[in-house]
């Protein structure tokens, strides 16, 4: 991931992705997807980019990444913290927990802390139903959380 571009490298990184997918069956989510590897978000200037390589508008570009939860359009805190919020998680407490997680950070999901340590996201099921309430931290899975490992995990994205 490089986080240190200018707009005009975004640009022509940004061509160089879109001219190498864009032959691909259904293109505009994998090149997101590889936008937002390369970039860790997807940047406002790639947008008419992509659109005028698949002959989109831009528009539909936008509703595209505004509708997928995984797109950021922001650059990420150092730490990214998942909870889940589907049904299993839910129904073991996900809410509480949540909220709990809200006001330890400040923030609400998609946004991330002031000083940049973490970004809180919804997500839509870890395959760890069986150990919900379940929760991913910077790509590790957690389980059966309650208080106090919600807790630690937040003192270490402080930390
Ligand atoms: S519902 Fe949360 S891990 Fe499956």
Known sequence: MNLHVSSRDIGERTLDIVSGMKSLEGPLLPILHEIQAEFGYV????????????????AEVHGVVTFYHDYRDHPAGRHVLKLCRAEACQSMGGDQLAERVKALLGIDFHQTTLDGAVTLEPVYCLG????????????????????????????????
């Open 43 to 58: 940047p406002q200037e790639c947008l008419p980019i992509i659109a005028r390589e698949l002959n989109l508008s831009r």
């Open 128 to 159: 760890l139903c069986s150990a919900a309430p379940a929760a991913m931290l910077d790509g590790e899975v957690h389980g059966r959380l309650d208080a106090d490992t919600v807790n630690d995990l937040v003192a270490e994205v402080r930390a």
